[in-house]
């Protein structure tokens, strides 16, 4: 997992009812961490911050879905963040995926499901 570079990827999350393919950003350099998505009104799919144990919406422009993944990229959490909040650090999280607000419900994106990133 430490191997990835901020660009473009694809992100699948593994439901009963079938995979779910989803476009995914990597952001793991210390400058796209940083920029996240701030200035943005939308992202298509979602962004992968790593590593990350929590996030802030401040100076974002929407309230974003936020899932917090464990090493092994099983969901510990998702919250869904307006603008101008902190986020928990949450213990065991390596990774954050952020996305449009209600998203990650439409995914079926919720605690305990895995997911893989390529």
Avoid at 71 to 99: C, D, I, K
Avoid at 100 to 115: S, T
Wanted: glycine share 14%; charged share 25%; with cysteine.
């Amino acid at each position: 997992m430490g191997r990835w570079r901020d660009g473009r990827g694809m992100l699948t999350v593994h439901r009963r009812q079938g995979d779910l393919c989803v476009p995914l950003e990597f952001a793991v350099s210390y400058r796209a961490r940083t920029r996240g998505l701030l200035g943005r009104d939308s992202v298509e799919g979602a962004l992968l911050l790593s590593p990350a144990a929590s996030v802030h919406t401040f100076g974002m422009r929407m309230a974003i879905d936020v899932a917090y993944l464990d090493r092994s990229l099983r969901v510990l959490a998702v919250r869904t963040m307006e603008p101008g909040r902190l986020g928990l650090h949450r213990l065991r999280s390596r990774h954050v995926l952020e996305a449009g607000a209600g998203a990650m419900a439409g995914w079926g994106l919720v605690a305990g499901v895995r997911v893989s990133v390529g």
